[in-house]
């Protein structure tokens, strides 16, 4: 026999609790999609998320940054891929040093650090007086001995009247024919010493050799220079790079290639040139001790080999370049037409498939909507 089981005053209650809550929650499920116990609350935290990303406005707005992103992918990979870059790079040049060719006092100098000056410029002055009388003893020796080649030619001359008159011997002609000789050779001399004279008389100005900057300068007046001695230097203003790419970097560069260098020394200033040379051989191999890899154990390193980029232009002189200043040299070292080809065609796919995308996902959130 069943039996029969009557809920107690208390169930009642909760039973009936249960089912006005279901009743008021009904008519919500049906007009917004879910279940909700209080018409004037607020919607919860995670739906005000949700509907962020169900907004058309920022879809559009989050696929034109993604198409942005890609446009400036595209750029970089394709700059990548046609040119070649190093920060191992510095300004490079010839420079000529200034020595004294004489010894003497310095008088003058007309020079100061850093100065522009051009070929012929006059430097440095020494003290001429001592060469001034040097020359004009030489000038003076070279007069006597002119006037004693004059006796000596008269007498060989008399002397080869007398022995053809049979009135002197044979070594007496030889005697005057070969004093004759001698002034002769004398003459040669002192013509030589004078013209040495008014060498160092001239050395007593020296001179700039090149146009260029005057730098190091160790000359100052009163100071007592020896022959050879360096008083300055000077940097001619043509000046190239030396670019140390690494031998990776080689494949595709060629002399002629086009570059373009910037200065790190001024910002924003960017200068022409193009590829002169590519050394035969790494940096390393002409060190002063040149890396031994057929002894120990051996690590292979990517070598670096030194390039020289010709400028094609030059700063004006108020942007001085000189040895040793850093610079980025990026050379071109593909026309990129069949680069471009691809990083077009790349870059064409991934936008139609964010367009399509953000298409697919308004679609979505449309029909999601009441």
Same mark, same amino acid.
């Given at each position: 026999?069943?039996?029969?089981?009557?809920?107690?005053?208390?169930?009642?209650?909760?039973?009936?609790?249960?089912?006005?809550?279901?009743?008021?929650?009904?008519?919500?499920?049906?007009?917004?999609?879910?279940?909700?116990?209080?018409?004037?609350?607020?919607?919860?935290?995670?739906?005000?998320?949700?509907?962020?990303?169900?907004?058309?406005?920022?879809?559009?707005?989050?696929?034109?940054?993604?198409?942005?992103?890609?446009?400036?992918?595209?750029?970089?990979?394709?700059?990548?891929?046609?040119?070649?870059?190093?920060?191992?790079?510095?300004?490079?040049?010839?420079?000529?040093?200034?020595? +004294?060719? &004489?010894? !003497?006092? #310095?008088?003058?100098?007309?020079?100061?650090?850093?100065?522009? $000056?051009?070929? *012929?410029?006059? =430097?440095?002055?020494?003290?001429?007086?001592?060469?001034?009388?040097?020359?004009?003893?030489?000038?003076?020796?070279?007069?006597?001995?002119?006037?004693?080649?004059?006796?000596?030619?008269?007498?060989?001359?008399?002397?080869?009247?007398?022995?053809?008159?049979?009135?002197?011997?044979?070594?007496?002609?030889?005697?005057?024919?070969?004093?004759?000789?001698?002034?002769?050779?004398?003459?040669?001399?002192?013509?030589?010493?004078?013209?040495?004279?008014?060498?160092?008389?001239?050395?007593?100005?020296?001179? +700039?050799? &090149?146009? !260029?900057? #005057?730098?190091?300068?160790?000359?100052?007046?009163?100071?007592? $220079?020896?022959? *050879?001695?360096? =008083?300055?230097?000077?940097?001619?203003?043509?000046?190239?790079?030396?670019?140390?790419?690494?031998?990776?970097?080689?494949?595709?560069?060629?002399?002629?290639?086009?570059?373009?260098?910037?200065?790190?020394?001024?910002?924003?200033?960017?200068?022409?040139?193009?590829?002169?040379?590519?050394?035969?051989?790494?940096?390393?191999?002409?060190?002063?001790?040149?890396?031994?890899?057929?002894?120990?154990?051996?690590?292979?390193?990517?070598?670096?080999?030194?390039?020289?980029?010709?400028?094609?232009?030059?700063?004006?002189?108020?942007?001085?370049?000189?040895?040793?200043?850093?610079?980025?040299?990026?050379?071109? $070292?593909?026309? *990129?037409?069949?680069?471009?080809?691809?990083?077009?065609?790349?870059?064409?796919?991934?936008?139609?498939?964010?367009?399509?995308?953000?298409?697919?996902?308004?679609?979505?959130?449309?029909?999601?909507?009441?």
């Amino acid at each position: 026999m069943m039996k029969t089981e009557f809920p107690t005053n208390g169930e009642r209650e909760v039973v009936q609790a249960r089912e006005d809550r279901r009743a008021t929650a009904a008519p919500n499920y049906e007009q917004n999609g879910a279940w909700r116990f209080d018409d004037a609350g607020p919607r919860p935290t995670r739906d005000k998320k949700q509907s962020l990303f169900r907004r058309p406005g920022v879809i559009i707005a989050t696929a034109l940054f993604a198409i942005a992103g890609i446009a400036s992918g595209s750029f970089a990979m394709f700059h990548s891929l046609t040119h070649e870059s190093t920060d191992d790079a510095f300004i490079d040049v010839h420079f000529v040093s200034v020595a +004294a060719k &004489i010894a !003497g006092r #310095v008088a003058v100098v007309n020079v100061d650090d850093n100065q522009l $000056v051009r070929k *012929g410029d006059v =430097l440095v002055e020494i003290d001429p007086s001592d060469f001034q009388i040097a020359l004009a003893q030489t000038k003076a020796n070279l007069a006597k001995d002119k006037a004693a080649q004059v006796q000596a030619n008269a007498n060989e001359k008399r002397a080869q009247e007398l022995f053809i008159k049979k009135v002197i011997s044979t070594q007496e002609r030889d005697t005057n024919v070969a004093a004759s000789a001698s002034s002769e050779a004398t003459i040669e001399a002192d013509e030589a010493a004078v013209e040495q004279a008014q060498l160092n008389l001239g050395y007593t100005k020296i001179k +700039a050799p &090149i146009d !260029g900057y #005057v730098t190091k300068e160790a000359a100052a007046t009163g100071d007592y $220079v020896q022959v *050879g001695q360096a =008083l300055m230097s000077l940097v001619p203003p043509r000046v190239w790079v030396i670019a140390n790419f690494k031998e990776t970097q080689l494949r595709s560069m060629r002399p002629g290639q086009p570059a373009t260098i910037s200065i790190d020394a001024y910002e924003g200033l960017e200068l022409q040139g193009h590829i002169d040379s590519i050394q035969a051989g790494s940096g390393a191999a002409f060190s002063l001790l040149p890396p031994e890899n057929a002894t120990g154990n051996y690590v292979k390193v990517v070598q670096r080999v030194p390039v020289k980029i010709v400028l094609d232009e030059q700063p004006d002189v108020q942007r001085v370049l000189g040895p040793g200043m850093s610079v980025v040299p990026t050379v071109t $070292v593909s026309d *990129g037409a069949g680069v471009l080809l691809t990083v077009v065609s790349i870059g064409i796919a991934l936008v139609i498939g964010v367009v399509l995308g953000a298409a697919l996902w308004i679609g979505r959130v449309r029909r999601r909507q009441p």
